[in-house]
Structures are given as structure tokens and as C-alpha cells.
């Protein structure tokens, strides 16, 4: 295979946003997995089930869920290994303040979190938008008195779109949607690593537990929208390019506490999120399949192995290729608030959400060169 190299003429401002892209892919790589979440379809408390997703092949270290645990390994273990450091070498004037405002700052993620524009703003995210580039389209006037959710489709392989467009402050959210704060919803694990939890609050994640979702939509006022990735680890796998699989059947959580607290629901659809990266071929019934989705059984994690583009050549490696990416907000579903809903109207309402989420997909899909015989495919 003949290796294509970059240019060495490359303008700066494409070099940075290869190296603002990189140091976002290599958190990942570091964490080893990107914890992905799913909501039961038991509404009744509308349970987070840990998806750890793996997310770099060569390492030996994966998380596993483990009697309703996940346990999680490299980035925890360096940050848990620099308080260790602090206490060995009697930094008492360091960890003993830390640990403090731990102890007591444990539950702010379940509370709205606590970002900062600062951090937000940063010049390395505006250059991370734009080597995509990543845009966000609105296509309906949302009311800022009334609280939403935004379910996220597809879930791609990392999931940029969804980061760059609502972790940021350099996509178009706050010109397309004044007067809204959006909250985009993580699985707990991520907060529970020292020191790495202040910085990922400082983007705006906050958990996705039943609590955190409550405490957004509960807000007074109105002006609030949480954003959840819907298909987590399941459909990671899915995730090939020209490909448009959607696991969200079985996924009725979300629409339960849509109902209980009269919040709206509006399908996102993110147009380039597949085209990122390529997959090793594994078709259903095929044995990579078969064992990928064994491992995520057994072990609690997904395992898609995937590959692009290098930094220095366009051939192979890890980074994204420059795809963009088109984030498409639909019209929201109005929700009548039933604080104890049943089967049948969660049924109904669900199905009402699948077929406004298959109605975008169509309207948009030509504007994105998504061919005519294309349609969506629910698992």
C-alpha cells in the first residue's frame, strides 16, 4: 500500500486543528473506553445501565461491569496514583483540601454540574470545530419557558457532534437558541475519577443518572435541554460509514421521564457522524461480531475497532477524517406532563418520537449526499 503523506505547505491554522482534534481523540485513548450509557426499559426508575466502551484496541486495560460496578482503569489510576503521590510525600497542604472539597462536591454533577465559559472558550475547541467542520442547523423556534429533551442520533464512534456542538462555545447554540443551557448527559462513572471530573465539568457534562436528568428538567423557568446520546455502546458497532442502524426500540426510559416531568421531545439527527471513521467489517453473524457483542454481554464493554487517517499521513490511524458534520435539531414533540404514566402512553409517545426522528432523516438527507433509496433502520 502506497503511503500518503501531508504536504509540508499545510496552512497553520490546519495544522492546529489537527493537533486540537488529537489531544481530544487521545483523551479517549487514555481513559481506554468511553463510558456509555443507556436508559432500562423499565421506566419505573428509568435505571442507567454502565456501556463501557473500549476504545483503544492495543491496551490491556479495559472496564468492566461487575456486580453493578464499572470498574474503571488507566485515568483513574493516574489521577488516584497523584493523590497517592501527594500522600506519601506528605503534600498534606494539597490533598487534604482536595479531599475536602470532594467529599462535599461529590453530588455537583447530579446537580447541573458546574461549567465554565472560560474553559468553554478556549481557542483549542474553535479550531476543533472547524476541522470538520462541525454545524449546527435549527429548523423550529423553541420556547425558552418550557424545559426538552434533545435525543442525540447516530452515536457514531466518539461522538464529536454531539461534543463540539453543545461542550463548547464556538458552535452556533447560543445564536440559534437564546436563552437555552444545554446539558449534555454522561454516564457517572466519568465523575468519579479525581481531578479528571473538574475538568470534564468545566465543558458542561453532567451525569445522566435518573437524578441529574430530573434536576435539569425540574428547573423553574424553563430554558433548559438535556442532551442524550440514545444509542450508546450497541450501536457504536453499527457505526460504518453510508450506514444509518439506530438502537433505539428497546430505549423507552427517556420517554417516561419526558412524561413524568412534561418535558418536549425533539429528535437530533447528526448528518456526517458515521463517515468519521471505518470499521473492521463485521456484518451480524459474522465471528468478530458474534464476539464483540459476547464481550459486551459478559463484560460490559463494546469493542468497535476502528481506524481513519494519521497526523502526518492520510492512509491509517486514529484521527477522524475531515467529514462534516451536520447537526440537525427537529421539530419538538409536545409533552403533557402525567406524572405517573403508563405502558400505553409511554408506547405511544415513543412511537410518535421513531417516526418524527425517521421524518428528519428524510427531509435533510439529500442536503448531506445521503442517497434517496437510504432510510433509517431501527434495532
Keep these: 500500500m502506497k503511503v500518503e503523506f501531508a504536504p509540508l505547505n499545510i496552512p497553520l491554522a490546519r495544522r492546529l486543528q489537527t493537533a486540537a482534534v488529537l489531544q481530544w481523540v487521545l483523551s479517549f485513548l487514555l481513559l481506554a473506553c468511553n ?23 492495543l491496551c490491556v486495560s479495559f472496564p468492566t461491569v461487575r456486580g453493578g460496578r464499572c470498574w474503571y482503569q488507566p485515568i483513574s489510576q493516574v489521577c488516584i496514583g497523584i493523590i497517592v503521590i501527594l ?33 468553554r472558550s478556549w481557542t483549542v475547541w474553535r479550531y476543533f470545530k472547524d476541522y470538520f467542520p462541525i454545524h449546527l442547523i435549527k429548523t423550529w423556534d423553541l420556547d425558552p419557558s418550557h424545559n426538552y429533551i434533545f435525543g442525540f442520533h447516530p452515536h457514531g464512534v466518539l461522538v464529536a457532534g454531539a461534543f463540539g ?37 468545566s465543558s458542561g457534562p453532567v451525569s445522566v443518572s435518573k437524578k441529574s436528568v430530573s ?63 471505518k470499521q473492521v467489517n463485521n456484518p451480524e453473524g459474522s465471528w468478530l461480531r458474534t464476539v464483540q457483542e459476547r464481550l459486551q454481554k459478559i463484560m460490559g464493554f463494546a469493542l468497535p475497532l476502528f481506524h481513519a487517517r494519521g497526523i502526518f499521513q492520510y492512509n491509517f490511524g486514529l484521527m477522524p477524517y475531515r467529514k462534516p458534520i451536520h447537526t440537525v435539531v427537529g421539530r419538538p414533540i409536545p409533552v403533557h406532563q402525567t406524572l405517573h404514566p403508563t405502558t400505553e402512553q409511554i408506547e405511544e ?27 433509517l433502520i431501527f434495532k
Excluded at 166 to 193: K, M
Design 35 to 57: 463510558s456509555e450509557h443507556s436508559y432500562h426499559n423499565d421506566g419505573s426508575h428509568c435505571q442507567v445501565l454502565a456501556r463501557c466502551q473500549a476504545r483503544w484496541p
Design 87 to 119: 500522600i506519601i510525600h506528605n503534600y498534606w497542604f494539597l490533598y487534604v483540601p482536595y479531599m475536602t472539597w470532594l467529599y462535599f462536591d461529590w453530588r455537583t454533577p447530579e446537580q447541573g454540574g458546574r461549567r465554565s465559559n472560560w474553559v
Design 165 to 201: 456542538n453543545f461542550c463548547t462555545n464556538y458552535s452556533d447554540f447560543e445564536q440559534l437558541f437564546p436563552g437555552f443551557t444545554a446539558y449534555l448527559h454522561v454516564l457517572p462513572f466519568w465523575f468519579r475519577c479525581p481531578l479528571f471530573r473538574e475538568y470534564l465539568m
Design 215 to 277: 434536576h435539569v428538567l425540574s428547573k423553574e423557568g424553563g430554558g433548559n435541554i438535556s442532551v442524550i446520546v440514545l444509542g450508546g455502546a450497541e450501536e457504536s458497532l453499527d457505526a460504518h460509514p453510508g450506514k444509518f442502524t439506530l438502537f433505539i426500540r428497546q430505549r423507552k426510559g427517556f420517554v417516561k421521564i419526558a412524561l413524568t416531568h412534561g418535558a418536549s421531545l425533539v429528535p437530533v439527527f447528526s448528518f456526517g457522524e458515521n463517515e468519521l471513521f
Design 349 to 375: 409517545l415513543h412511537h410518535t418520537y421513531m417516526e418524527e426522528l425517521k421524518k428528519l432523516f428524510e427531509a435533510h438527507k439529500r442536503k448531506y449526499g445521503i442517497p434517496e433509496h437510504e432510510t
